[in-house]
């Protein structure tokens, strides 16, 4: 099913978030540490949030405009994702965007690969 998505559709990238999000929700939750920071990040709160690091580098990686790996998502969920992830590093930040790539490789990529 990969290989189909790079070399046929051309969206690997989907099954890549896909993967990742339910990777970082497992960590997430049996790390047992506090995840929902959600006031403003400064420098100093920044440290305090757990995976800030990796929710920038998601960030960077499937929502930054001319990334290889952009998710061709709506540009609404996209700006939403991106304002969120500034905020907190919760799970959350990334489910209406884990839907909406969910959707696409059930809905039109599923018929294709199969």
């Avoid at 790079?6 to 339910?22: A, D, K, M, P």
């Avoid at 990686?61 to 500034?86: G, T």
Wanted: aromatic share 14%; hydrophobic share 30%; charged share 25%.
């Amino acid at each position: 099913f990969r290989r189909f998505l790079h070399t046929r559709e051309h969206s690997v990238e989907n099954l890549n978030f896909y993967e990742w999000y339910i990777i970082y929700c497992t960590r997430c939750v049996s790390s047992g540490k506090s995840y929902s920071d959600t006031h403003l990040p400064t420098a100093k709160s920044k440290t305090r949030q757990p995976f800030r690091r990796e929710i920038d580098h998601c960030v960077s990686r499937f929502f930054s405009s001319y990334s290889p790996d952009e998710l061709n998502i709506p540009q609404q969920i996209r700006q939403q994702v991106v304002h969120d992830a500034k905020l907190t590093t919760h799970p959350a930040v990334f489910e209406v965007a884990f839907r909406e790539i969910y959707k696409m490789l059930g809905r039109s990529v599923q018929d294709h690969f199969l």
